[in-house]
Nanobody
Framework: QVQLVESGGGLVQTGGSLRLSCAAS????????MGWFRQAPGKEREFVVA????????YYADSVKGRFTISRDNAKNTVYLQMNSLKPEDTAVYYC?????????????????WGQGTQVTVSS
């Protein structure tokens, strides 16, 4: 079992920045590829970005490429999502997720574990 707790969401103006954090506990988090998904009101949950268990590979959705950066600190069992140049269409609940995966990340992950989500709102 892996428990994931997100933090760092909030309200920001267009063009602003936020950094989300995801603290993992339970089974060794470094055994898991980690990622972020988001769900806007009235829409399905969508993949945003993923990082391999040692941080050697990442994969971004086209919609956030060049604006968002994922990183992880396995010593702290924490994954980060730096979000820059935010747009109103980035408004959503952001979920941290984990998949038991030993290989490189070359696409969206298929999580077994999810966090409870944190709200990000970008005002125009």
């Amino acid at each position: 079992q892996v428990q994931l707790v997100e933090s760092g969401g909030g309200l920001v103006q267009t063009g602003g920045s936020l950094r989300l954090s995801c603290a993992a506990s339970g089974r060794t988090a470094s055994n898991y590829a980690m990622g972020w998904f988001r769900q806007a009101p009235g829409k399905e949950r969508e993949f945003v970005v993923a990082i391999s268990r040692r941080g050697g590979s990442t994969y971004y959705a086209d919609s956030v490429k060049g604006r968002f950066t994922i990183s992880r600190d396995n010593a702290k069992n924490t994954v980060y999502l730096q979000m820059n140049s935010l747009k109103p269409e980035d408004t959503a609940v952001y979920y941290c997720a984990a998949e038991r995966k030993d290989t490189a990340v070359v696409g969206p992950i298929f999580p077994r574990y999810w966090g409870q989500g944190t709200q990000v709102t970008v005002s125009s």
